[in-house]
């Protein structure tokens, strides 16, 4: 925990007054780190564990700035530009934003697609302190020249990695050269790649690089769990998983992360025709469904929400006590983001991952990259013993140079190795042939 408060940071009092108001006194550690550095306008590349208050870390210093250094806006301009790789995560921010500059004369939009633009044009016509967007919808608003970002002086790209990932590492680029050559520009993720670095070079300027913890991408405070499971059981294992969590006094809402937009609704329906209130929130569903959706699981009202990755990134509920993996993620950093939905603010949370005999590669793979094992749960009635054998099997298997063609071949259940020297090919027609190493 950090050895300075919030007042002891050179912040403009309308903001001391607001981060009073909403009992903000110990930054958090990225906080702490990061927020001094931008105040000095130096550019930065941040990377701490998700929940720990990273979108605070740069929407304070840009408040104090625009504070300090009021100007008239300019029709169809924005002092501050944000971008998020998803529609959930820029309505957070712009919370985020309201919430902190709630003692300002402030101005801001949001921009995003699954929704008209005609209310977002509007925003932006007179100028904009803030402006939140996601690249996507930010493009096309730039190419019907409703939007001019030459008079942008700071940058924040949130949660970059994910940006990547989702392929909008061309459009950040094609946006980035609207934008003038001076300006403060800020990186923030949960997890900090080597492609992210190289990314990240071409924005910033001899930056301050802040890690904390890096080496522990997830939070102490998530208890996190595997079950193994055969694929027909897991819908049995969730209803004994959920009825637990209702059977808990207060409100303890619960999240479940499916592979597939239509594995999220074949679950939602499922859920609800066994009594267990439920929606699915995805890409396919318009922004207003997904915004209904995700207000009423804020509420308390919906107490269990089923999600793709889109949503891993937008939800900040303080009250999601567990996040279940009902599909495991394909992608270790993807994992890390679906269970940073539990234990905000320094609460305590759960995550469960289910899995089955065919994903025990993933596992290892999750493994591997939060520095761990994980804890199985053994106590249910569904307990998979042949799944559970297969892991510790494959988490013994060498790893490196020795590990070639030969074991993999054998791992698929395909011995494509024919004898010494020579293993089995298939020509430019499909046919098998004999080929040397």
Known sequence: MSSIKFEDLPLAESLQRTLRKQDYTIPTP?????????????????????????????????????????KPLRRGRARTLVLTPTRELAIQVGKSFSTYGSNL???????????????????????????????????????????????????????????LDMGFVHDVRRISKALPPKRQTVLFSATLTRDVEKIADEYVTNPVRVSVTPEKPVLDSIHQEVCFVAQENKMPLLQAYLRGQGDRS??????????????????????????????????????GARQRA???????????????????????????????????????????????????????GNAVTFCTIKDVGLLAQ????????????????????????????????????????????????????QYKGQFRKRDNRGRARLGNR
């Not at 306008?41 to 250094?69: M, V």
């Not at 996507?136 to 409703?146: F, I, T």
């Not at 207000?295 to 089923?306: D, E, H, M, T, Y």
């Not at 303080?318 to 993996?325: A, D, G």
């Open 250 to 287: 207060g409100i303890h809402s619960t999240i479940v992360f499916c592979r597939t937009k239509y594995g999220c609704e074949k679950l939602s329906k499922q859920l609800n025709k066994h009594g267990f209130r439920s929606d699915a929130i995805h890409g396919d569903k318009s922004q």
């Open 30 to 70: 990225i906080q702490a780190q990061s927020i001094p550095a931008q105040l000095e306008g130096r550019d930065l590349i941040g990377c701490a564990q998700t929940g720990t208050g990273k979108t605070a870390a740069f929407a304070l210093p840009i408040l104090h700035h625009i504070s300090e250094n009021p």
């Open 366 to 417: 999750i493994e591997k990259f939060i520095g761990k094992k994980i804890d199985i749960d053994t106590d249910h009635p569904f307990h998979d013993a042949r799944a559970a054998d297969h892991s510790s099997h494959h988490s013994r298997r060498p790893q490196g140079k020795k590990y070639g063609a030969r074991q993999r071949a054998m791992r698929n259940g395909r011995p494509n190795v």
């Open 105 to 163: 004369r402030l101005r801001h939009a949001l921009v995003y697609g699954g929704v008209s633009q005609r209310p977002q044009v509007r925003d932006l016509e007179r100028g904009v302190d803030i402006l939140v967007a996601t690249p996507g919808r930010l493009m096309d608003l730039m190419q019907q020249g409703y939007i001019d970002l030459s008079d942008v002086e700071f940058l924040v790209l949130d949660e970059v990695d994910r940006m």
């Open 294 to 348: 995700l207000n009423n699981f804020r509420s308390g009202k919906l107490p269990v929400l089923i999600a793709t990755d889109v949503a891993a990134r937008g939800i900040d509920v303080r009250s999601i006590s567990m996040v279940i993996n009902y599909d495991i993620p394909e992608a270790a950093d993807s994992y890390v983001h679906r269970i940073g939905r539990t234990a905000r603010a320094e609460a305590e």
